[in-house]
T-cell receptor
Framework: SAVISQKPSRDICQRGTSLTIQCQVD?????MFWYRQQPGQSLTLIAT?????????ESGFVIDKFPISRPNLTFSTLTVSNMSPEDSSIYLC??????????FGEGSRLTVL | SQQGEEDPQALSIQEGENATMNCSYK?????LQWYRQNSGRGLVHLIL?????REKHSGRLRVTLDTSKKSSSLLITASRAADTASYFC???????????FGTGTRLLVSP
């Protein structure tokens, strides 16, 4: 199974600032995804991180707000831009080796004041 | 939008008892999975059941799938306090390898 490391694990941010979350996988995965989990809610898919090209965003999410990079097979970043309190959530990186199941990082808990 | 609705939203039991959680979904699937999340941390994959399977076991876990009813259940037998977590079903209704998660069941197992 893949081990996925995410950082930061938590942060408190000021309104209007941006924060970049890093995700490192210890083995090659075919696909990587970013999810958001708002307080007390389930997971919502933000986007699929594509290696060497622009991410594929789900409805309701846009590149200007959530720019994503994936320069190689094992590393991806998600930036939450121009944050507002509504962006306070847990952001989760995940990857799959192509077998169907997802492996998740421990999540990055963001609080925006 | 959520594909799966889980029932109950919360479940509180004593150690040693069995816990049953149900998941209903809306569209055709290739597989359904169950995940556990401890206290707002990362999710851990528990079990995957394919659409042509009706039942699957893994340790103290038993998962059933009824594609005619578009529903699945997760049974945890002989529960332990360490089973306290949120449990989510997820389907591949989002497309290839893209999972759509249900609303989740919060399980509390008291010693």
């Amino acid at each position: 199974s893949a081990v996925i490391s995410q950082k930061p694990s938590r942060d408190i941010c000021q309104r209007g600032t941006s924060l970049t979350i890093q995700c490192q996988v210890d083995s090659q995965v075919t696909m990587m995804f970013w999810y958001r989990q708002q307080p007390g809610q389930s997971l919502t898919l933000i986007a699929t991180a594509n290696q060497g090209s622009e991410a594929t965003y789900e409805s309701g999410f846009v590149i200007d707000k959530f720019p994503i990079s994936r320069p190689n097979l094992t590393f991806s970043t998600l930036t939450v831009s121009n944050m507002s309190p509504e962006d306070s959530s847990i952001y989760l990186c995940s990857g799959t080796p192509g077998t169907g199941e997802l492996f998740f990082g421990e999540g990055s808990r963001l609080t925006v004041l | 939008s959520q594909q799966g609705e889980e029932d109950p939203q919360a479940l509180s039991i004593q150690e040693g008892e069995n816990a049953t959680m149900n998941c209903s979904y809306k569209t055709s699937i290739n597989n359904l999975q169950w995940y556990r999340q401890n206290s707002g941390r990362g999710l851990v994959h528990l079990i995957l059941i394919r659409s042509n399977e009706r039942e699957k076991h893994s340790g103290r876990l038993r998962v059933t799938l009824d594609t005619s009813k578009k529903s699945s259940s997760l049974l945890i037998t002989a529960s332990r306090a360490a089973d306290t977590a949120s449990y989510f079903c997820a389907t591949d209704a989002g497309g290839f390898q893209k999972l759509v998660f249900g609303t989740g069941t919060r399980l509390l197992v008291s010693p």
